[in-house]
């Protein structure tokens, strides 16, 4: 299991779904998971410190685990089929632990609440997770530090096209004003 955290939650503005992005803790990949709007809002909310005037689903099972003396361990996502991710609550009390089939954005948004780690299969991470390209800047930038020029061919279609456009060899005419 590899242990990640969450890193930031982003919305499509022309689809306003919400997708949160978990980190790999000791390494550089990414997991992004869709996740529903009010998930996306007890996640950020409680990311800003933005507190509730009454408590909010993820709140009351967090003091529902609390009074009754259970503990989150961890939250594991364990699966991914049909493009649906799979997550299950670690939670031990005394000596038994119990596992608790959950969507991983109700995990998620408990697992920040009581400060447990949050794990995510190998091979879930193996299929789903993307390392970020490293930006175009930061290589053109380390490139001419080291005395190096990389050629930038992502633009060859465009450069192509406007060297292409027929524009023709006259100037327009220009009509006199009336």
Do not use: C
């Amino acid at each position: 299991m590899i242990e990640v955290t969450v890193d930031r939650i982003q919305v499509n503005l022309v689809s306003q779904s919400r997708v949160v992005i978990l980190r790999e803790t000791n390494g550089n990949r990414f997991l992004p998971i869709w996740i529903g709007q009010f998930e996306a809002e007890a996640i950020a909310m409680f990311l800003q410190e933005v507190e509730a005037v009454r408590p909010m689903t993820h709140d009351l099972l967090k003091n529902l685990l609390q009074g009754l003396g259970a503990v989150l361990e961890r939250v594991e996502i364990h699966d991914l089929r049909d493009d649906v991710f799979y997550a299950r609550l670690m939670v031990r009390k005394g000596e038994t632990q119990i596992e608790v089939d959950s969507r991983p954005s109700d995990a998620i948004a408990l697992a920040i609440r009581v400060h447990a780690p949050i794990f995510i299969a190998e091979a879930v991470m193996d299929r789903a997770g993307t390392i970020p390209e490293t930006d175009i800047r930061e290589k053109r930038e380390a490139s001419a530090d080291a005395g190096e020029e990389i050629p930038d061919d992502r633009l060859d279609v465009f450069k192509d096209f406007i060297q292409h456009l027929d524009m023709g060899d006259e100037p327009p005419e220009k009509k006199p004003k009336s």
